[in-house]
């Protein structure tokens, strides 16, 4: 597992701030059958820092990914992106039958022809070129992420979107995967923006944390909390359920229609558990 040293974490985090926006939002929101999935999203990803989204089922995690990279709609707010910016985008299900006989060589130059010389680059980088010709439904579920985040990198993209890289992933394979990301962006430069599930991983392998429960409940720098002896105990051995853990502040509700509302001043920390919007917690 990559340790964050806060040093150096701290030096590419300047770095970063200096850095160009490669996407982002303002204000994004997405109202669908009356109903506001996300609402009031800021959102900023610079060259080469990597920023995660977390938060429950429901939350909007693939809304706001899919709304950023204009697969979905907006109803408020707007996109930044940009031109020139190329995004490589790993999506959370492929649209692609894995019963069907399809072998990895097939799979990465299904949507966009690319030179074979390339095709093997791709893979190589993700140390999955011995892949070449195998039926993609024999893979691992590590060995497939692996293909898919080649099959971005096909397109030489400036920015990596990946929602949940590591799902079906055992947790080792989890750690090497983030231990892989933070490689190619070390690599490439780029910027990465991936969703998570699970906090305790994600947050070693992170630059900037949003929690997305149908807004933005709460953002941070694990970058500080890693230097706190609470970081320790909160994130070491035991952390299986940092999500619960993860202790932010909350000045509000959620109400059973999906509305935030004051919560009159009493802040407190809690369990992001169920939808965004099955009522207040
Ligand atoms: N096109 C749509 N029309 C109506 N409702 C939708 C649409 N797309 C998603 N939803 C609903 O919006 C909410 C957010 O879904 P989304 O998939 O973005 O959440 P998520 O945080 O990615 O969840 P998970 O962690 O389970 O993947 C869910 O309640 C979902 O049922």
């Known amino acids: 597992m990559n340790q964050i040293i806060p040093e150096a974490h701290e030096k590419r985090r300047s770095a970063a701030a200096e850095a160009e ?27 080469g820092e990597i920023v995660s989204i977390v938060g429950p089922n ?3 995690k693939t809304t706001l990914i899919k709304t950023l990279l204009g697969i979905e709609r907006p109803s408020a707010g707007h996109i930044v992106r940009p031109r020139g910016v ?22 990465m130059t ?20 011995h ?66 599930h699970d906090l305790h991983v994600v947050m070693r392998a992170t630059d900037r944390v949003l929690c997305l429960a149908g807004h933005v409940c709460c953002t941070g720098e694990p970058g500080d909390v890693s230097r706190s002896p609470e970081y320790m105990r909160l994130f070491g051995p035991q952390a299986a359920d940092t999500l619960a853990i993860y202790a932010h502040k909350h000045d509000h509700v959620h109400t059973p229609s999906g509305e935030v509302v004051p919560a009159h001043g009493h802040d407190h920390d809690h369990h992001h558990h169920g939808h965004a919007g099955e009522g207040g917690h």
């Open 21 to 47: 926006i490669l996407l982002g939002c303002h204000g994004l929101g997405v109202r669908r059958d009356g109903r506001w999935l996300i609402r009031d999203v800021d959102l900023e990803v610079r060259r």
């Open 58 to 60: 429901g939350g909007g």
């Open 86 to 107: 190329k995004l490589g985008y790993v999506p959370q299900r492929l649209a692609v039958d894995r019963t069907m006989p399809l072998s990895v060589e097939r799979l």
């Open 110 to 129: 299904l949507v966009r022809r690319a030179p074979r010389a390339d095709v093997a680059a791709a893979l190589e980088e993700t140390a999955v070129a």
């Open 131 to 196: 892949l070449l010709r195998r039926p993609v439904q024999e893979l691992s579920g590590g060995e497939f992420q692996r293909v898919l985040i080649s099959r971005a990198l096909l397109g030489k993209p400036d920015m990596l979107v990946l929602d949940e890289p590591v799902q079906s992933v055992d947790f080792s394979g989890q750690v090497d995967l983030y231990r892989l990301i933070a490689s190619l962006r070390d690599l490439h430069g780029c910027g990465v923006l991936m969703v998570s």
